[in-house]
C-alpha cells in the first residue's frame, strides 16, 4: 500500500480525527496508516495537535515500532494542546482537546464534503471535566449536523470469509434503569427503518432480527410486559409495511445472536441474519465484541456524512506503551472508504 498526500479535490478523502490524545488514538492511528491492508490511493486529513503527534511517534520509533507513518507525511489541521498531556492520564484538557478537534473534524467534512469521518476514542468523563456534558460522540455529532437523531451501528467483516455481521443499537449510552421508559413503538420502528435501508445495501431482502428487552423475551408476560403491550404489536406493524423484508422478533436476548455466530465462523447459512436490533448498549456490543472485537466498527447513520470508529476505548491503561492494536482502527478506515464510496 502506498500513501498518497490528499489531491486538491478534498471530497476523495478521509477526515480523521484523533481522539483524547491521553489514550491511544494517535497511536493506533499512525499504526494503520501505514498498514498495508488499506485501499491504494487513500487520501486523509488528520485533525489535532501536531506536535503531540510527532511526540508520540519519536516515542513509538524508540519502542521499536516499525510499521508507523512518519507524521511529516501526513496533512494535518494543527489544533495544539494548551498544556502537557501524559500518557494514560486524562485530564481537562485532554478532554478539551478531543472535544475541539472533533467538532473541527466535522465542519471540514461539511464544509469540503469530504467521504467520511473516522474518529478515534474519546473519554467522556474527561469531556464532563472539560465542561462538554455529552453521553458520546453520536450525540454531538447529531447536534454538529443538526440531526434529529443520530443511530449507533457496529458493524463487521468476518475475517475467515466476507459474511458482515450488523447490529443496531436502539438506545445507546443511558443508564439500563432508563431504558424501558426510553424506549418506545416509535422509536423501534425508526431504527428498524435505519437498520433496513443500511441492510439493503447488501441484500435486496434481507432477515431482520430484534432482541426481546427482558429474559426470554418475557415469556408471555411473565417476565416483563414490555413485549406483549407494545413491542411485538409494533414488529407487527413494521412487517406488513415492510413485505419484502424478513423481520424476526422479539426473540430472547440470549439466543438472539446464535445464529450470527454461526455465520462469523462458517460464513452465510440460510437463517444468517443481515441485521440485528438490540435494544439496550450492552445487550447488543456484549456479543459483538466476544465475536468480532478487532473487526467491528462503530458507524454513525442519520448524519449527512458517515462517521466510523474503532469498536474500544482509549486505552488509558496502556497508552503509551507501544502496544496498543490497530486493527479495529485500519477496519474503521477500510469500512468509510467501502461504504462512502458503495
Known sequence: ??????????????????????????????????????????????????????????????????????????????????????????????????????????????????????????????????????????????????????????????????????????????????VPSALSPDLVLRKLDVLSEFCLRFNPQPRLLVAGLNPHAGEQGRLGSEETNWLIPALQQWQENHPHIHLSGPLPPDTCWLSAAKAWQLGSQPESPDGILALYHDQGLIPVKLMAFDEAVNTTLGLSFLRTSPDHGTGFDIAGQGIARSTSMVAAIRAAWALSRA
Request: proline residues 7%; charged residues 20%; aromatic residues 4%.
Open 1 to 178: 500500500m502506498s500513501f498518497s498526500h490528499p489531491s486538491s479535490d478534498a471530497n476523495d478523502r478521509l477526515v480523521i480525527a484523533l481522539g483524547d490524545p491521553a489514550g491511544i488514538g494517535m497511536e493506533v492511528t499512525l499504526k494503520a496508516l501505514a498498514d498495508p491492508r488499506l485501499p491504494d490511493g487513500l487520501n486523509t486529513l488528520v485533525v489535532g495537535c501536531r506536535k503531540t503527534l510527532e511526540q508520540t511517534y519519536s516515542r513509538l520509533k524508540a519502542q521499536q515500532c516499525s510499521l508507523l507513518i512518519d507524521p511529516s507525511d501526513l496533512d494535518i489541521d494543527d489544533l495544539p494542546v494548551h498544556e502537557a498531556i501524559t500518557p494514560g492520564a486524562p485530564s481537562p484538557e485532554s478532554g478539551a482537546s478531543s472535544f475541539r478537534w472533533l467538532s473541527h473534524a466535522v465542519s471540514r467534512v461539511k464544509e469540503e464534503h469530504t467521504l467520511a469521518l473516522v474518529t478515534a476514542p474519546i473519554a467522556k468523563h474527561a469531556w464532563h471535566a472539560a465542561g462538554h456534558d455529552y453521553p458520546g460522540q453520536t450525540e454531538r455529532l447529531a447536534e454538529l449536523d443538526g440531526a434529529r437523531q443520530a443511530s449507533m451501528l457496529f458493524t463487521a467483516v468476518s475475517p475467515n470469509h466476507s459474511w458482515r455481521l450488523n447490529t443496531l443499537l436502539a438506545t445507546t449510552h443511558i443508564p439500563l434503569q432508563q
